[in-house]
């Protein structure tokens, strides 16, 4: 079982950085994939990054290529993700998400355990 904690959100301008992270219990974490999803009001949860267990390779959504960045800190079982360039579409819920073996990491339906999620608000 593993227990997942996102901070770092909040309300930011357009154009401002956040830094979001996930605070994952157990002594596994290096053995999990991690995914950062995110969910606006009305829509459905869609994909933003992961990222492998050794760190490399890492993914990203076409919407986020460019001004975001995941990272992770298998000492800390934190994961990051980076935002930069911020824009108000960018509003939404963020959740991460771990999953032990995936065979597709943007694929939100095979990740095991998810986070209670945190705000990103991106005012225009």
């Known amino acids: 079982q593993v227990q997942l904690v996102e901070s770092g959100g909040g309300l930011v301008q357009a154009g401002g950085s956040l830094r979001l992270s996930c605070a994952a219990s157990g002594r596994t974490f290096s053995t999990y994939t991690m995914g950062w999803f995110r969910q606006a009001p009305g829509k459905e949860r869609e994909f933003v990054a992961a990222?492998?267990?050794?760190?490399?390779?890492?993914y990203f959504a076409d919407s986020v290529k460019g001004r975001f960045s995941i990272s992770r800190d298998n000492a800390k079982n934190t994961v990051y993700l980076e935002m930069n360039s911020l824009k108000s579409e960018d509003t939404a819920v963020y959740y991460c998400a771990a999953v032990r073996a995936s065979m597709s990491p943007v694929n939100q339906y095979q990740y095991e355990y998810w986070g209670q999620g945190t705000q990103v608000t991106v005012s225009s």
């Open positions: 990222i492998t267990r050794s760190g490399s390779p890492t």
